[in-house]
């Protein structure tokens, strides 16, 4: 699930940078208003949850956001 | 609301867009590099928006709609019992614009005139008040005017709004006929904040210059439509008896295009089924709908579903049949 939910958030971040499950989202510049609305969508959609829009903004890794999905 | 209304026809539907057609990039000036216009493109599909100039309102542009609709039918004018305006950009803050819209199209002085503030579920909304007029045989004919030009709104320091919003006005005969129309309307105005332009000079009267642009909570606005709007669609097809296969298109509220895949999934539909062609228009508000119509094949228009949602926050659905409507050539103003 992490391989698949990694190549997910990449293409939501549609940045250059290689990503890890430790990276920190307050440095990668495309972690925007685009970014998080598309976190939901996919939340949502792909992984049937439901996430509150605090939740989101009080993430510190890309880890933290595949908790928020499973 | 969830009910039924009888003995209507959706005659003729024709669309104004503003000729100006910037690029986002260009349009959102400073705001954004081309390499972020081209990733803003990807996820929301807005790659141009449409742009009234200053002196061009959305009145305007529904006329410009209306215009065409009595040019092709010179006794049109004349029938027309009832004009609803459904916008959120009047050309004034009173009198109401419809009854100014009355005079500029020469609609005969007993024409029942309606402003109602919508935005993105404007269309049915508009649609159900119309149709109420016609099925209760209080009207023959009714005018249904349908835009915005939230250009106008949006504040030149804020991505979130100045890159996605576009102008445009629409005309839709609604009248006397044999078809049904089923609807299913909801407001939560508990969400009334998502999707606000907060300074009325009553409730709120701030200085701050902020307060006069439209604000949009983005996060809320994708929850609702991916947990409410199902919802409300799942109803209607169930009083109505219709298996989701069964429904020919549904043409959503072109919100952007993330948002229509995003409830496409939700709905266990295709994405050709909810389709986005807006890219070069923007988020229209009331008028995406008729808009969409535009380019439609009409083997698709059999058992059409329309769904708007958003600001109030508010859902609105129909199902409708359209392969009796004549759909006129855009114009440009």
């Known amino acids: 699930m992490e391989k698949e939910f990694l190549e997910k958030i990449a293409d939501i971040l549609d940045c250059e940078q290689e990503l890890s499950m430790e990276s920190v989202l307050a440095d990668i510049e495309e972690w925007d208003s685009l970014s998080f609305v598309s976190f939901l969508a996919m939340a949502n959609a792909t992984y049937g949850k439901k996430v509150a829009p605090a939740a989101v903004r009080e993430v510190k890794t890309i880890g933290d956001l595949l908790l928020l999905v499973k | 609301m969830l009910n039924k209304l009888s003995g209507l026809m959706i005659t003729k539907v024709a669309c104004a867009l503003p000729k100006d057609n910037p690029s986002v990039c260009d349009y959102a000036n400073g705001l954004i590099t081309e390499k972020e216009a081209k990733r803003i493109a990807r996820?929301?599909?807005f790659e141009r928006l449409r742009i009234s100039p200053d002196n061009v309102t959305t009145a305007d542009l529904c006329m410009a709609a209306a215009d065409v609709l009595f040019n092709e039918d010179k006794c049109l004018c004349n029938e027309i019992d009832a004009v609803i305006f459904v916008t959120q950009t009047p050309d004034y803050y009173l009198p109401a614009t419809s009854h100014i819209i009355q005079n500029r199209l020469g609609l005969k002085k007993e024409t029942l005139c309606f402003d109602i503030n919508e935005g993105c579920a404007g269309y049915v909304n508009g649609m159900y008040l119309s149709a109420l007029l016609v099925s209760s045989k209080q009207c023959k004919k009714v005018l249904l005017l349908a835009g915005d030009t939230i250009s106008k709104i949006t504040t030149p320091n804020d991505r979130a709004t100045r890159c996605i919003f576009g102008d445009a006005g629409t005309a839709t005969v609604i009248e006397t006929g044999i078809d049904d129309i089923a609807f299913n309307i909801q407001s939560y105005g508990d969400r009334y904040e998502t999707i606000i332009v907060e300074n009325s000079r009553h409730r709120i009267n701030l200085t701050d210059e902020q307060s006069g642009y439209l604000q949009l909570d983005g996060m809320g606005i994708m929850n609702f439509t991916l947990n409410e709007v199902p919802e409300n669609i799942g109803e209607i097809l169930k009083f109505m008896h219709i298996d989701k296969r069964d429904i020919s298109l549904y043409a959503c509220h072109q919100a952007n295009r993330l948002i229509l895949n995003s409830?496409?999934?939700?709905?266990?539909?295709?994405?050709?089924?909810?389709?986005?062609?807006?890219?070069?228009?923007?988020?229209?508000?009331?008028?995406?709908?008729?808009?969409?119509?535009?380019?439609?094949?009409?083997?698709?228009?059999?058992?059409?579903?329309?769904?708007?949602?958003?600001?109030?926050?508010?859902i609105g659905s129909c199902i409708i049949n359209l392969t009796k409507t004549k759909f006129s050539e855009l114009v440009e103003i």
Do not use: H, M, W
């Open chain 2, 263 to 314: 409830l496409a999934e939700k709905l266990g539909v295709d994405y050709d089924k909810v389709p986005f062609t807006a890219n070069n228009i923007g988020n229209t508000s009331s008028a995406s709908i008729p808009l969409l119509l535009q380019g439609i094949d009409k083997d698709r228009l059999k058992k059409v579903l329309f769904c708007g949602f958003g600001v109030g926050l508010t």
């Open chain 2, 43 to 45: 996820g929301t599909g």
